[in-house]
């Protein structure tokens, strides 16, 4: 009798647990659904109608047999937004691009936020917080990353450095090294910014804080309101004041193109190529109890005065199409 006792209470736990993980989807969907909701910069949602994109989304639910599946209908829904910046990572990937930055916690109130959907219409409670997902996804390799690899060269004493990305951590700290290493021999220094999509306020301030200090930026947000961003550090000798050329062209977007207009305005760096996209959306990232991040992009990226990149983009000192390295090392040799 105690066997078949026991045996009846572990089945009930079981099936306690089982009912109780989509509700757990379920409330997770939502948080991330109504981040959007409450936090995007476009009231219009880039034209999507995110009322009708919730619904189609908690229409799935039944279909999550994980939380590694959830993460990718998440991701899928942030898709349908068409934005190059809104993304959403799983804990894996949130550990492996932001390696442990601080983030915003939700801007919820416990309980505010209950799980709509098919498994649970109406539940009265938040459930308890998930199990960090599962690894279904494997760590992204080294050899192949989601952007291209940063890179540095030491060329007629000029460090060129290209700096792919804002989200990746590692090729900041790479730029770092490299002036580190670098700056008692060097004349100046190239940036390359072509081609890089943007990324992170906190990676953008940490850059410009390399080559100058002070507060550069404004964040125009919804939801947070209008902020003054410094570089990271505020006070103190940047890494270096040797001469800077900045490269530019119409593919930099977003931080990237903060970092490029910062060092302009405070004439600290000397930029040659082509306009910016002109698409400065400020990706501030959302954290969630297990460690998946939402990044969303919550407002735009101003000078601290002045009007906004957003729809104009950062204008070059010397606008050059072929070849502006080579502009860039004939600048600074003329600086010797």
């Not at 306690?16 to 379920?26: E, F, R, V």
């Not at 990718?72 to 809104?86: R, S």
């Not at 938040?126 to 279904?136: H, I, M, Q, V």
Request: with cysteine; glycine share 10%; aromatic share 10%.
């Amino acid at each position: 009798m105690r066997g078949a006792t026991l045996r009846w209470l572990a089945l009930g736990l079981l099936l306690g647990s089982a009912l109780a993980q989509p509700d757990g989807y379920a409330l997770r969907l939502e948080q991330a659904w109504r981040l959007v909701q409450e936090r995007y910069w476009d009231s219009a949602y880039n034209g999507v109608d995110w009322g009708a994109v919730g619904a189609k989304y908690r229409a799935r639910l039944p279909e999550v047999q994980s939380w590694g599946e959830l993460y990718g209908l998440i991701t899928a829904m942030y898709d349908e937004l068409d934005d190059q910046h809104t993304r959403f990572l799983s804990p894996e990937e949130a550990r492996y691009y932001l390696e442990g930055m601080q983030c915003y916690p939700l801007p919820f109130k416990e309980g505010e936020v209950t799980a709509r959907g098919p498994s649970s219409p109406s539940a009265p409670q938040a459930p308890p917080a998930p199990k960090p997902a599962p690894r279904e996804k494997p760590r992204p390799s080294p050899e192949k990353p989601a952007f291209p690899p940063s890179s540095v060269e030491f060329k007629d004493r000029v460090v060129v450095f290209r700096l792919s990305d804002l989200v990746d951590g590692s090729g900041v700290q790479l730029l770092r090294r490299a002036i580190e290493r670098y700056d008692a021999q060097a004349i100046g220094y190239v940036l390359d910014l072509r081609g890089n999509p943007g990324g992170l306020a906190v990676r953008m301030a940490e850059v410009a804080g390399y080559f100058m200090r002070g507060v550069p930026w404004r964040m125009v947000t919804k939801g947070l309101g209008v902020a003054p961003l410094p570089t990271t550090p505020l006070f103190g000798q940047p890494l270096t004041q040797k001469p800077l050329v900045v490269l530019i062209d119409g593919e930099v977007n977003s931080a990237a193109e903060g970092l490029a207009g910062a060092l302009k305005n405070a004439r600290r760096a000397y930029l040659i190529g082509t306009r910016t996209a002109g698409n400065t959306e400020l990706l501030l990232p959302y954290c969630f109890p297990d460690g998946a991040v939402a990044l969303v992009a919550s407002g735009v990226l101003a000078p601290f005065n002045g009007p906004t990149w957003e729809g104009r983009g950062v204008e070059p000192d010397q606008v050059v199409e072929k070849d502006p390295l080579a502009a860039a090392l004939e600048y600074l040799k003329r600086l010797r």
